[in-house]
């Protein structure tokens, strides 16, 4: 399933994590702009806003910045932005502890290759 040179914009503060997803979304064919939380991923969608950005990869707890608020913030630059959620949490845990409440899908850690390449393409899809 290669990608079409679709972007995608990789927030997770982890760099274990990061690195391994962006090394498995490149293999794929996409275009992968990395950053390590919410504020950095920010900066650099509106230093880059000419770039169409198709999907937006992000941790959900994250210092400085998680990724619902990200979201938040990044629909008004990127009003179509697909976004897939990952999280060591589980759903329900997440939504319980009011962390956020669903409104993309959410892929848990840890994921295999294979889950999350098939994951973004199902929602590129969409």
């Known amino acids: 399933m290669p990608g079409e040179s679709e972007t995608i914009l990789l927030v997770e503060d982890e760099e274990t994590v990061r690195v391994l997803a962006s090394r498995v979304l490149r293999g794929h064919g996409y275009t992968v702009i990395e950053a390590v939380n919410g504020l950095n991923a920010l900066q650099i969608a509106r230093e880059q806003s000419e770039q169409v ?74």
Do not use: C, W
């Not at 608020?69 to 329900?92: A, H, M």
């Not at 295999?112 to 973004?120: H, R």
């Open 53 to 126: 950005i198709d999907l937006l990869l992000t941790d959900v707890v994250m210092p400085k910045m998680g990724g619902r608020i990200l979201v938040e913030q990044l629909s008004s630059l990127y009003p179509n932005l697909k976004v897939l959620f990952i999280s060591g949490y589980t759903e329900r845990a997440t939504v319980q502890n009011g962390s956020f409440e669903l409104q993309a899908p959410l892929l848990q850690k840890p994921f295999s290759p294979a889950t999350l390449a098939n994951k973004v393409r199902e929602i590129l899809d969409s």
